[in-house]
C-alpha cells in the first residue's frame, strides 16, 4: 500500500512542519515519541489532521 494512500502528501507536510517545531521549540528527543503516539492514536481511529490538531495545541507558545 501506497504511503499516499494512508498519509496524504498534505498531511505528511504538516506532520513534518509539527515535528519539525518540536525539535527546535521543545525537545529534539519528543520528536519520535511524539511522531508514535500520533500514529497510535491513528491506529485507534483518531485522523491524521486531529491527531496533528492536538499535538499542535499542545506546543508552548513562542515569539516568532
Do not use: F, K
Not at 502528501?9 to 519520535?32: C, F, K, W, Y
Not at 495545541?57 to 515569539?63: F, K, S, V
Amino acid at each position: 500500500m501506497p504511503v499516499e494512500e494512508v498519509l496524504p502528501e498534505s498531511v505528511q507536510d504538516e506532520m513534518l512542519a509539527l515535528t519539525g517545531e518540536i525539535a527546535h521549540n521543545v525537545v529534539r528527543l519528543a520528536v519520535p515519541l511524539t511522531s508514535y503516539l500520533m500514529g497510535v492514536a491513528v491506529g485507534r481511529g483518531a485522523s491524521p489532521e486531529e491527531a496533528l490538531r492536538i499535538v499542535g495545541g499542545l506546543l508552548p507558545e513562542h515569539d516568532e
